[in-house]
């Protein structure tokens, strides 16, 4: 019977060296790995959610940013469309003595269709008040947009060469009291 138990006992024994030999070189360096790995990969991962976040921020400023310089670029090249228009006009009036009936015939004489339209994704062609001359009041309007595509404004051309934004109401107004004063001059 001893011999039984020590028989036993050494296997037990042997068992259980092989079990605890077995984690103590294997689970243990593994654990310590994983357990680095899991760390450095929740850093990386902290470190990348707080730079999309960061470039998140910047992002939409530098967006907004862009956004509104091109909504004013566009605004400034309808500006520069009606002062073109304008020295067309001109030009047109010392040669022919009178502005042009319309702004197809300033077309037709030389003048760039791409100016006769607002530039702005929404914006329409320019309209043209005909029967008017440089040494006319310099308040008339010339040439106008009713499309508010700037920021809900419009651009007018004045026969001084002066260009305005207004609302549409306004543009209409100024249009209608150059209409009323060509009547009265004729």
Same mark, same amino acid.
């Not at 702005?120 to 320019?126: H, L």
């Given at each position: ?23 103590? @070189?294997?689970?243990?360096?593994? !654990?310590?790995?994983?357990?680095? @790995? ?15 976040? +960061? ?42 003595? +009178?502005?042009?009936? @319309? !702004? ?51 651009? !007018? ?30």
């Amino acid at each position: 019977m001893i011999n039984r138990t020590k028989k036993s006992c050494w296997k037990l024994s042997f068992c259980q060296k092989s079990i605890s030999a077995q984690r103590g @070189s294997v689970d243990v360096g593994k !654990l310590i790995g994983i357990v680095i @790995s899991l760390i450095v990969l929740g850093l990386i991962g902290l470190g990348i959610a707080w730079i999309v976040k +960061s470039m998140g921020e910047a992002g939409s400023q530098y967006t907004g940013a862009m956004v509104n310089t091109k909504r004013r670029a566009v605004a400034l090249q309808c500006q520069m469309n009606l002062s073109n228009i304008r020295q067309n006009l001109r030009m047109y009036e010392i040669e022919k003595q +009178s502005f042009p009936p @319309s !702004l197809k015939t300033l077309v037709d004489w030389g003048a760039d269709s791409q100016l006769l339209r607002c530039p702005a994704p929404d914006g329409g062609e320019y309209l043209y008040i005909p029967g008017q001359n440089e040494n006319m009041t310099g308040q008339n309007v010339l040439v106008y947009e009713l499309k508010a595509a700037h920021d809900g404004r419009c651009h !007018l051309l004045r026969v001084n060469g002066q260009v305005d934004l207004l609302t549409p109401e306004q543009v209409q107004a100024e249009a209608n009291k150059t209409n009323i004063r060509l009547r009265e001059r004729r």
